[in-house]
Structure formats: structure tokens, C-alpha cells
């Protein structure tokens, strides 16, 4: 697990240390020198630092006399003195001076090979100032410390002009900024340095493998006893969908799986699978409110329920129908979540719920897909939140983000797949947030697996899983 802190608390911890001001700042400077060196910086080298008057400038003449002592040219092009004449940014700068490090003031930009962007640090707030602006089009690669300057840590925004680097290196944590917005963008490779400060309330928690439980089968286990899945969709042009969820079910471990679906379609699903079982419900080639009481008989002996893929438009009565009536785990996704009108038959549940929606179908939903407003969702309706995106944010009684997944997933179905993986995770005994989170993570790294060899397509997802079901 990887903290996410904001700006205040950064600020807090800085103020809490124990250890001098002058301590923390060689350490991070020695970790920007250090991460210099990992992109290609030694002896001959030509390195412009872009000193602030505060400690990120600080950062950066404890950086500067690093690489200088490595043998490289390095030229500090201050923005000003450090404001604080007695204070840590300004004794490092006396350092980097007694040793021979270039300090001239900011002015127009000088060849280099790299740019060290030690300007502001997290508490930046408004535009760059104009002698700065030149610098954004310096030729050389980029190294920010703390976070490009011009670019909002707390939010990922910028209000005007930002550097773009390709590496960015942090200090203790990371900040909101380096996933949200345009941060990923602009902070390029981000790395966390340790500097000696402690602990920390977070914002947020990048998930990583350790954080992404997948459960071990009992040596007596059946299909029923290792978690069965009822996937409820299916209509007309969009096939496919409930089908994708139910083969990744299977491969994520589940031990039973069933596709319950409109009777007019059962052939065609039965056709496309000898593993997935199919029971078809009514008459017609979609649901309507009258099949809720066959629904819910033919999803009577699973452990969860999922509910959405491929339903198609205008099926609320049906949906909410159902979701008020099933008491097992309940995972809505897709056309699920866009036939739901309102909170209320959410909170109203006293089975589990986990929704699965992306930016779009939280708009929908609750009219907002701010960070802050779907993370109310758990609060307000009872349920745990999957809004899914790069990064993904699980988000229940607390709020992670899942990072293993990039833009390969950008496909139809993969979402599909990913209620599938999810599903099955729930079923085999993880808690709802353990699922969503796991789920979150294996279906990213499976994806990022797959884009190695090619064009990552929802049915090579699906296939894919399986891989990644036991620990």
C-alpha cells in the first residue's frame, strides 16, 4: 500500500519532524541527484536547476551539489533568494556555493540535458510568474521535485502554464495530484523518497499486490462451496456483454456460474458456452417487470448477483425491482446502473452492493463524477463504489486507487469483464470492498500483461484472468 496525502498534511508532517528542517532536505535533494543519475545524468553532463525561494528551491542546491561532486556541470538559475535568510533553503544554497556550484539568476533558458523544475512545491497555488514561461519549452528532459510546477497538487489542474516532465519525484507520499487530472500527464514517472517523516492521514491508498487478496479453495471444496455467480443481462445487439462477465467469473475461480437471461436468447447463449449454464426467463428477447419472480428464482442459489451487462435502455421498473427484492451480494454495472433513478432503492437494500460505474454512468446516477461526490456514495446509499477509469477509485469505508491498468482497457467489454472478476472474487469469500479492490487491480495487471503482445480485445481479457485467480 502507497499513502496519498494532501498539500496540508504534507505541510503538517514537515512541521510535526523531529529531525531538523536541514536534515529532511539533504535527503531529498540526494534522492533528486540519485533520480538524475537513473535517467542518464554523470560526469560531463549539462544540468539546469530551477531554484525557488522556499524549500523546494532548497531541494534543489542540495541536488545541484550532488551532481556537482558527481562530476556534472550544473547552473542553479534562481528565482530569487531564499525568502528566509537563516532558514534551510538558504544554508543549502550557501552549500551548493562553497561547493562551486554555477548560481545566476533566472533568466532566459541555457542549453542542458536536464531540467531540474525545483521552482514551488505543494502548496503551489495561481499562474507561473513570466520568467518561468521560456523554461516550458526547454528542449531537455524534465525532472520535477514534488510535482511539475504550475500543476495544483491537490487537485491535478493547472491554471495556466506547466511544466511537463517526464520524471517526478516525491518526498514521504504521494499527493492527490499525481493521480488526479492532468497529473499522471504531466508528473510522467513518479517515484516516492523516503526522507525519515512518518506516518500520516490519507487521502487516499494506491493499491498493490499485497493489497489484492485472492482467496485459497477449501481441500473440500464443490462448485457451490467455492462461489457461484449469477450474471442477469441479455438483450438484442448486445449479447455479448452478460457473457463476457460470466466466462471472467469462471476465471477468476468461481466455482458455478450461470447466465440468466430472456428466454428468446437462451440458444444463442447456450451455443457460446458448454461451462456457463443458462436459464432463460419470459417470453420475449428482453426483460420486462413482470420476469422479476422468475429472476430471482432462477438466481436463487448463487452467492452473487450481477446485474446489467447488456440489459439495453429503459428497463428501471425491472431493475429496481429486482435490486429491492435480491438479498444476496449484488453487484450493479452498465445498463443497471443507467436504469437506476435514484439513491433510494439503493439504501433501502439489506443485501451488499457494489456499483461499477464509469465517469459517464456516475454522472448520471448522482449527477456529478467528482472524486469527492462519488466517494459519498458508500455514506449515502450503503453501497461500495468501483468508478472505474485510470486510475480506477474503489472507494467504501475507504478509498483506494488502483493504478495497474492503463489505457489498453479502453475497449468494449473490458468493463464487462471486469463485473465478471469482481463477482467471483465476492463469491469466493472476499469482503465487498476486498473484491472491488482486488478485482480492480488483478484485471488491471492482466491487462497490462495482454498489451505486450498486442491489442487487448474484452475476450482475450476474459481468457486472461484465470491467470492471475490464486495467489
Known amino acids: 500500500m502507497r499513502l496519498v496525502i494532501t498539500p496540508e498534511e504534507s505541510g503538517r508532517l514537515d512541521g510535526a519532524a523531529t529531525e531538523p528542517v536541514e536534515v529532511l532536505m539533504e535527503r531529498a535533494g540526494l534522492g533528486v541527484a540519485l533520480a538524475a543519475a537513473d535517467m542518464g545524468i554523470g560526469y560531463g553532463s549539462r544540468v539546469a536547476v530551477l531554484a525557488g525561494r522556499g524549500n523546494n528551491g532548497g531541494d534543489g542546491y542540495v541536488a545541484a551539489r550532488f551532481l556537482t561532486l558527481r562530476g556534472v556541470k550544473v547552473t542553479v538559475y534562481a528565482l530569487g533568494e531564499p525568502k528566509d535568510p537563516a532558514g534551510a533553503a538558504a544554508s543549502a544554497a550557501q552549500r551548493a556555493r562553497s561547493a562551486d556550484v554555477r548560481i545566476v539568476p533566472l533568466g532566459s533558458p541555457e542549453p542542458a540535458d536536464l531540467v531540474i523544475d525545483a521552482l514551488f512545491g505543494v502548496g503551489f497555488k495561481g499562474t507561473l510568474p513570466e520568467s518561468v514561461v521560456p523554461w516550458l519549452e526547454h528542449s531537455a528532459a524534465v525532472l520535477a521535485v514534488d510535482v511539475p510546477s504550475g500543476l495544483d497538487a491537490a487537485t491535478g489542474e493547472a491554471d495556466g502554464p506547466v511544466f ?12 492527490p495530484g499525481h493521480l488526479l487530472g492532468s497529473g499522471p500527464e504531466l508528473c510522467g514517472a513518479t517515484s516516492v523518497v523516503g526522507i525519515g517523516l512518518e506516518g500520516g492521514e490519507a487521502f487516499l491508498r494506491v493499491c498493490d499486490a499485497g493489497d489484492a487478496p485472492r482467496p485459497v479453495r477449501d481441500r473440500r471444496a ?11 443481462g441479455g438483450s438484442p445487439g448486445i449479447t455479448g456483454a452478460p457473457m463476457l462477465a460470466a466466462r471472467a467469473a469462471l476465471e477468476m475461480g468461481a466455482g458455478s456460474v450461470a447466465l440468466v437471461c430472456p428466454a428468446a436468447l437462451q440458444p444463442t ?28 428464482a432462477a438466481a436463487d442459489r448463487f452467492d452473487v448477483m450481477v446485474l446489467g451487462p447488456g440489459l439495453g435502455p429503459d428497463q428501471s421498473a425491472f431493475v429496481e425491482d429486482v435490486v429491492a427484492q435480491w438479498t444476496g451480494g449484488l453487484l450493479v454495472d452498465a445498463d443497471g446502473l443507467n ?3 435514484g439513491l433510494g432503492v439503493l439504501a433501502d437494500r439489506s443485501g451488499p452492493t457494489i456499483l461499477t460505474p464509469h465517469e459517464g454512468e456516475a454522472r448520471r446516477l448522482i449527477g456529478s463524477s467528482d472524486l469527492d461526490a462519488v466517494s459519498r456514495l458508500p455514506d449515502d446509499a450503503g453501497v461500495v463504489v468501483v468508478l472505474k477509469g485510470n486510475p480506477t477509485f474503489v472507494l467504501g469505508s475507504e478509498r483506494w486507487a488502483v493504478t495497474s491498468g ?3 482497457l479502453a475497449t468494449i467489454g473490458t468493463g464487462d469483464v471486469l463485473a465478471g472478476v469482481v463477482a467471483a472474487l465476492w463469491s469466493r469469500g472476499l469482503s465487498g470492498e476486498e473484491a472491488a479492490r482486488s478485482g480492480a487491480y488483478w484485471h ?4 497490462s500483461k ?3 503482445a498486442g491489442t487487448v480485445t474484452a475476450e482475450r481479457l476474459a481468457a486472461a484472468m ?3 485467480a490464486w495467489a
Request: proline share 3%; glycine share 14%.
Open 164 to 175: 511537463a516532465a517526464d520524471r517526478t519525484v516525491t518526498f514521504h507520499a504521494l499527493k
Open 269 to 296: 447463449y447456450a451455443a457460446q458456452s458448454s461451462q456457463v449454464m443458462t436459464r432463460g426467463v419470459g417470453k420475449g428477447p428482453r426483460f420486462s417487470p413482470g420476469d422479476v419472480d422468475a429472476v430471482l
Open 444 to 447: 488491471g495487471i492482466a491487462g
Open 450 to 452: 495482454l498489451a505486450t
Open 222 to 232: 464443490h462448485k457451490w462451496s467455492a462461489g457461484s455467480v449469477a450474471v442477469v
Open 406 to 408: 492503463g489505457s489498453e
Open 339 to 341: 436504469a437506476l433513478t
Open 466 to 468: 484465470g491467470r492471475y
